[in-house]
């Protein structure tokens, strides 16, 4: 029986794909799991694999145009089949939606095994038959008391007919969170991402965050800017360099440490406005704003608070390198819960950066430049650099933004503060 | 409290009624010298005298009209059919003359009317005695339709459905008549026409059943509960006007639901009561409902053959343990 192949889900925010590459040709036999072309998503290249066992019998996007999810770009058959009929659907496929309930798989995903019979046919972008292909059987009494409860039906498993997730594996699972809910930060949908924990948005968060929308749009930014003296972290940068030239740390790397130590300090900046509730993020993931060929990216390094500088500078050096060439998986590019935007290399001395949602705020770092300065009622010369923070001001306040940015300045003004 | 059968529950509603109204009269085959075919009617003619209880010749389509040209006339008939497979016979008089004459003349002539007979499945009387009928009459609008469980609600209903001002198809259980159960003897008790009766309260799953699937659905209950299974069992007792906010009340509460008849499963009274709870508390279900119909065959006459066709507890049971995922 023909397959319909169509335009996967690549990336959280895609909407439609262009085909890079077709791995394979009209004719060639392929087979489930196999890569079958790479797709150019609004983030990177990503490959997507054949989900049918056959011969690759039509290719409907050529290379270099695009089509919208779920569209149908190719069919998968066996060599003599009649294929006229999937053919004549292709129009009517075009609908973005069922793809979209599919595609959550990121497409790295090892497929299930080929079963004996001939493999269920995707229709319409869901593998019927297929138990993996994303579609939840649930009563609808579950699924209301899942949505009441915050559960996620992909974490549980149905004891009813055919897997069906019923009330007492919603009572199940609600027994057990409870059980080991004492550490108060729950693990984040992405393995790697930082746990968080939420706590009840009050009436007052709430109302400022209503009256702040509706002032200026919904992520109501407000900017702090504050000059800091990079003296001593330049010197400390030239020190790790004398004493091992392979390691090579650069202020930014710096900069992001900092940025750790100090969110550990000021946990209501390392957070974000979830509506009904404030999320505060158990580790500092700094997302660092990567400028690519036509456009940007801000690759993640997960955890910043925890790692050493030379492991977070070759991690940016990695992902940067990966971001400019369009192979950063979604996961190493989403879930930030704080980002720094570094134009300094290009001359700026200050600017205001726009804040990723749901993310509370970015640090906008300018350009280090010796600047006369006050010391002790002398005029001296330093290096300084001016940085802005922007901040969402439904989940940070003026003086929660200004006492972050005291003690960034001070750990990056005495970096030796980071291993004190 | 007096136990009585329903048999006499049935008697005294229609006594006390002819003695209460006298625009009450009883009217069928066999009602007055024989006192009826199934005794509901005993002694009413020596009481009342043969112009208020009637013989009729076998003519149901006849008297019928009769029934309804005397209610248009002011008075209040019961018209008793033997059973409810001969009104059949007087289909036209009852859909198109008692349920249609309020709303195509205007308003001008109210029909209070009761069809009263027995209906449902009989012991060995076969295909065309054996059957039943509630989902024909509950598909129209301007009739009534009744079905009582236990002898309380036998009387108490059959008062309400002679005191409406609007023809009332009143179908009682033939393996019923016999059924005993206390019975209140104040002359004013009555059960009111639409509204539900919880039978028996529980928390896990409902059972709705009427008419000779109550004393079923409660013997299964009975049995469910020893299995540690907490049924809840509604009985409608009025088939239109349905009462649905007391079943999908219960169904909220449960989650569940499983509903019995007598009937064939096609277009039944049931397939209808799934679609209001499936619209009414989708939110609220965690299993598909559940129904145990008759079988969609004509009643067999054989003896093992009709029990197979029938409903049963274990049949119940089995569908309770269905749905509330215990096998």
Same mark, same amino acid.
Request: aromatic content about 6%.
């Given at each position: 029986m023909a397959s319909k192949v169509i335009m996967p889900k690549l990336s959280p925010t895609m909407e439609e794909g262009q085909i890079?590459?077709?791995l394979k040709k009209e004719g060639d036999k392929v087979s489930m799991g196999e890569p079958l072309a790479e797709i150019d998503t609004d983030k990177a290249t990503m490959e997507m694999q054949a989900l049918a066992n056959g011969v690759l019998r039509k290719i409907l996007i050529n290379e270099g145009e695009s089509a919208p999810l779920g569209q149908l770009i190719a069919v998968i058959g !066996?060599?003599? !089949? +009649?294929?006229a009929s999937v053919l004549a659907e292709a129009p009517a496929l075009a609908s973005p939606k069922p793809a979209a309930e599919a595609a959550p798989k990121p497409a790295q995903e090892p497929p299930p095994p080929p079963p004996a019979a001939p493999p269920a046919a995707p229709t319409n972008g869901r593998q019927a038959g297929s138990t993996d292909s994303g579609r939840i059987i649930v009563s609808p009494l579950a699924a209301r008391m899942a949505a009441d409860s915050g559960? +996620?039906?992909? #974490?549980i498993q149905g #004891?009813?007919?055919?897997?069906r997730i019923i009330k007492r594996d919603i009572e199940a699972a609600m027994t057990q969170p409870k059980a080991a809910a004492a550490p108060s930060f729950q693990p984040a949908a992405v393995a790697t991402a930082s746990a968080y924990r939420d706590e009840p948005a009050t009436q007052i968060r709430q109302t400022i965050a209503k009256r702040l929308v509706a002032s200026i749009g919904p992520v109501p930014h407000f900017f702090l800017t504050v000059d800091i003296e990079m003296d001593r972290a330049a010197e400390m940068r030239e020190s790790i360099k004398a004493l091992d030239p392979e390691l090579k740390i650069s202020i930014n790397d710096i900069i992001i440490k900092c940025t750790a130590a100090a969110l550990m300090q000021h946990q209501q900046v390392n957070a974000s406005f979830q509506e009904k509730v404030i999320r505060y993020y158990e580790h500092a993931d700094i997302g660092v704003a990567v400028a690519i060929e036509d456009g940007l990216i801000t690759p993640v390094i997960r955890a910043a608070d925890q790692k050493s500088l030379s492991q977070i500078a070759a991690e940016v050096r990695e992902l940067a390198e990966r971001a400019r060439n369009k192979k950063l998986k979604p996961e190493e590019y989403t879930g930030a819960t704080f980002s720094i935007s570094n134009l300094g290399m290009f001359g700026i001395d200050e600017f205001t950066a726009v804040i990723n949602p749901p993310e509370g705020a970015i640090l906008a770092i300018g350009a280090m430049t010796p600047k006369p300065v006050v010391r002790d009622n002398q005029v001296v010369v330093k290096q300084m650099m001016r940085v802005t923070m922007s901040c969402d001001h439904r989940v940070i306040d003026g003086a929660t933004g200004a006492k972050f940015l005291q003690t960034f300045k001070k750990i990056l003004e005495n970096p030796l503060y980071l291993v004190v | 409290m007096p136990t009585i059968t329903i048999r006499e529950a049935l008697n005294q509603a229609i006594r006390e009624e002819l003695a209460r109204d006298e625009r009450v009269f009883i009217m069928g085959e066999e009602v007055a010298e024989y006192d009826g075919a199934y005794k509901v009617t005993r002694g009413l003619l020596h009481e009342f005298g043969p112009k208020r209880v009637i013989d009729t010749p076998i003519t149901e389509l006849g008297f019928a009209g009769l029934g309804v040209g005397a209610a248009m006339a002011g008075l209040r008939p019961i018209v008793e059919f033997m059973t409810f497979n001969f009104s059949i016979l007087a289909t036209d008089q009852i859909i198109n003359s008692a349920a249609k004459m309020l709303y195509m003349s205007g308003g001008q002539f109210n029909i209070p009317i009761v069809f009263r007979g027995p209906g449902g499945s009989a012991f060995q009387v076969s295909s065309q005695h054996s059957q039943a009928l509630e989902s024909w009459y509950a598909y129209f609008p301007g009739l009534k339709v009744v079905m009582p469980s236990t002898a309380a609600d036998a009387k108490g209903l059959l008062k309400s459905a002679i005191r409406d001002d609007d023809p009332v198809v009143f179908i009682e259980q033939e393996r019923m008549y016999g059924n005993k159960g206390e019975v209140p003897d104040d002359p004013d008790f009555t059960v009111p026409l639409g509204v539900a009766d919880i039978k028996r309260e529980g928390t896990d799953v409902t059972i709705v059943a009427r008419s000779l699937m109550v004393p079923v659905a409660l013997k299964a209950a009975e049995q469910l509960q020893e299995q540690n299974v907490s049924c809840e069992v509604i009985d409608p007792r009025t088939i239109r006007p349905l009462d649905i906010d007391t079943i999908v009340e219960s169904v909220k509460k449960t989650n569940r639901v499983v509903l019995a008849e007598e009937s064939h499963p096609i277009c039944s009274v049931n397939a209808e009561i799934s679609h209001e709870i499936m619209e009414r508390a989708f939110d609220y279900l965690d299993a598909p409902v559940k129904r145990v119909s008759?079988?969609?065959? /004509?009643? /067999?006459?054989?003896k093992n053959l009709e029990q197979l066709a029938v409903p049963d507890v274990e049949r119940i049971i089995a569908a309770v343990r269905e749905v509330a995922y215990l096998d």
């Amino acid at each position: 029986m023909a397959s319909k192949v169509i335009m996967p889900k690549l990336s959280p925010t895609m909407e439609e794909g262009q085909i890079a590459r077709w791995l394979k040709k009209e004719g060639d036999k392929v087979s489930m799991g196999e890569p079958l072309a790479e797709i150019d998503t609004d983030k990177a290249t990503m490959e997507m694999q054949a989900l049918a066992n056959g011969v690759l019998r039509k290719i409907l996007i050529n290379e270099g145009e695009s089509a919208p999810l779920g569209q149908l770009i190719a069919v998968i058959g !066996e060599p003599n !089949e +009649d294929i006229a009929s999937v053919l004549a659907e292709a129009p009517a496929l075009a609908s973005p939606k069922p793809a979209a309930e599919a595609a959550p798989k990121p497409a790295q995903e090892p497929p299930p095994p080929p079963p004996a019979a001939p493999p269920a046919a995707p229709t319409n972008g869901r593998q019927a038959g297929s138990t993996d292909s994303g579609r939840i059987i649930v009563s609808p009494l579950a699924a209301r008391m899942a949505a009441d409860s915050g559960l +996620d039906l992909r #974490s549980i498993q149905g #004891s009813g007919p055919n897997g069906r997730i019923i009330k007492r594996d919603i009572e199940a699972a609600m027994t057990q969170p409870k059980a080991a809910a004492a550490p108060s930060f729950q693990p984040a949908a992405v393995a790697t991402a930082s746990a968080y924990r939420d706590e009840p948005a009050t009436q007052i968060r709430q109302t400022i965050a209503k009256r702040l929308v509706a002032s200026i749009g919904p992520v109501p930014h407000f900017f702090l800017t504050v000059d800091i003296e990079m003296d001593r972290a330049a010197e400390m940068r030239e020190s790790i360099k004398a004493l091992d030239p392979e390691l090579k740390i650069s202020i930014n790397d710096i900069i992001i440490k900092c940025t750790a130590a100090a969110l550990m300090q000021h946990q209501q900046v390392n957070a974000s406005f979830q509506e009904k509730v404030i999320r505060y993020y158990e580790h500092a993931d700094i997302g660092v704003a990567v400028a690519i060929e036509d456009g940007l990216i801000t690759p993640v390094i997960r955890a910043a608070d925890q790692k050493s500088l030379s492991q977070i500078a070759a991690e940016v050096r990695e992902l940067a390198e990966r971001a400019r060439n369009k192979k950063l998986k979604p996961e190493e590019y989403t879930g930030a819960t704080f980002s720094i935007s570094n134009l300094g290399m290009f001359g700026i001395d200050e600017f205001t950066a726009v804040i990723n949602p749901p993310e509370g705020a970015i640090l906008a770092i300018g350009a280090m430049t010796p600047k006369p300065v006050v010391r002790d009622n002398q005029v001296v010369v330093k290096q300084m650099m001016r940085v802005t923070m922007s901040c969402d001001h439904r989940v940070i306040d003026g003086a929660t933004g200004a006492k972050f940015l005291q003690t960034f300045k001070k750990i990056l003004e005495n970096p030796l503060y980071l291993v004190v | 409290m007096p136990t009585i059968t329903i048999r006499e529950a049935l008697n005294q509603a229609i006594r006390e009624e002819l003695a209460r109204d006298e625009r009450v009269f009883i009217m069928g085959e066999e009602v007055a010298e024989y006192d009826g075919a199934y005794k509901v009617t005993r002694g009413l003619l020596h009481e009342f005298g043969p112009k208020r209880v009637i013989d009729t010749p076998i003519t149901e389509l006849g008297f019928a009209g009769l029934g309804v040209g005397a209610a248009m006339a002011g008075l209040r008939p019961i018209v008793e059919f033997m059973t409810f497979n001969f009104s059949i016979l007087a289909t036209d008089q009852i859909i198109n003359s008692a349920a249609k004459m309020l709303y195509m003349s205007g308003g001008q002539f109210n029909i209070p009317i009761v069809f009263r007979g027995p209906g449902g499945s009989a012991f060995q009387v076969s295909s065309q005695h054996s059957q039943a009928l509630e989902s024909w009459y509950a598909y129209f609008p301007g009739l009534k339709v009744v079905m009582p469980s236990t002898a309380a609600d036998a009387k108490g209903l059959l008062k309400s459905a002679i005191r409406d001002d609007d023809p009332v198809v009143f179908i009682e259980q033939e393996r019923m008549y016999g059924n005993k159960g206390e019975v209140p003897d104040d002359p004013d008790f009555t059960v009111p026409l639409g509204v539900a009766d919880i039978k028996r309260e529980g928390t896990d799953v409902t059972i709705v059943a009427r008419s000779l699937m109550v004393p079923v659905a409660l013997k299964a209950a009975e049995q469910l509960q020893e299995q540690n299974v907490s049924c809840e069992v509604i009985d409608p007792r009025t088939i239109r006007p349905l009462d649905i906010d007391t079943i999908v009340e219960s169904v909220k509460k449960t989650n569940r639901v499983v509903l019995a008849e007598e009937s064939h499963p096609i277009c039944s009274v049931n397939a209808e009561i799934s679609h209001e709870i499936m619209e009414r508390a989708f939110d609220y279900l965690d299993a598909p409902v559940k129904r145990v119909s008759g079988a969609d065959v /004509p009643m /067999p006459y054989a003896k093992n053959l009709e029990q197979l066709a029938v409903p049963d507890v274990e049949r119940i049971i089995a569908a309770v343990r269905e749905v509330a995922y215990l096998d």
